[in-house]
């Protein structure tokens, strides 16, 4: 029963964030530094999301297959590869880094 009343609260709580996001007046997200924000924001959280998932096995740090994995991907992007391509390459050096 616990399991479905934490669900009915993170479902409220979604929902009430979604509704305090639309009732944002539209002056306050014309500023330069809320547009500024808002464009930067998405990547940040992407970002720190693909940190944690590399670089970290629940308490500890580490660095496997994952690093070289993304390594090989940043690399790839660098050198301008397409997205199917980097994302190729990355399961590529990933898979040959744990076989090895």
């Known amino acids: ?5 934490a669900i009915g609260v993170t479902a409220a709580g979604c ?3 979604k509704l ?3 009732s944002v007046p539209a002056g306050v997200l014309e500023r330069p530094l809320v547009r ?9 959280l992407l970002a720190a999301l693909t940190a944690q998932q590399t670089f970290s ?3 500890h740090l580490l660095l496997d297959a994952r690093a070289a994995g993304l390594g090989a991907a940043a690399l790839a992007l660098v050198l301008r590869a397409p997205f199917l391509v980097v994302v ?3 399961v590529v050096v990933t898979a040959g880094v744990r076989a090895l």
């Open 1 to 5: 029963m616990t399991t479905w009343i």
């Open 15 to 17: 929902y009430l964030v």
């Open 20 to 22: 305090l996001g639309l």
């Open 36 to 44: 500024r924000l808002s464009a930067l924001l998405p990547v940040a």
């Open 57 to 59: 096995d629940g308490h």
């Open 88 to 90: 190729a390459v990355a």
